[in-house]
Nanobody, 121 residues
Framework: QVQLVESGGGLVQSGGSLRLSCAAS????????MGWHRQAPGKERELVAL???????NYADSVKGRFTISRDNAKNTVYLQMNSLKPGDTAVYYC???????????????WGQGTQVTVSS
């Protein structure tokens, strides 16, 4: 019923920039938190950034000052502007949303399929 679709990944040189987008669709009542996680080969999934409905943000230490998360609540869309990319940023980036559906009382977590970001040196 809910779908999160990421876009904007790709191949970029070290020092370059990418902007990821994630649009949530379906019978959504509200989205409390949207965020981005990433998983590199052989590594555990880690939180990159999140943003609440009120605009509060949190970032992983490794991306502070380089990445900016934002959201458009009217469009149920979250963005991740990634600047000064490093090879260590190479990973599959997953969009995540904690949301409430229409006609359902509880909070639910949804994940996108992921988009590959590759940073070459």
């Amino acid at each position: 019923q809910v779908q999160l679709v990421e876009s904007g990944g790709g191949l970029v040189q070290s020092g370059g920039s990418l902007r990821l987008s994630c649009a949530a669709s379906g019978s959504i009542f509200s989205i409390s938190v949207m965020g981005w996680h990433r998983q590199a080969p052989g590594k555990e999934r880690e939180l990159v950034a999140l943003i609440t409905s009120g605009g509060s943000t949190n970032y992983a230490d490794s991306v502070k000052g380089r990445f900016t998360i934002s959201r458009d609540n009217a469009k149920n869309t979250v963005y991740l502007q990634m600047n000064s990319l490093k090879p260590g940023d190479t990973a599959v980036y997953y969009c995540n949303a904690a949301l409430r559906l229409r006609y359902y009382s509880g909070d639910l977590d949804y994940w996108g399929q992921g988009t590959q970001v590759t940073v070459s040196s």
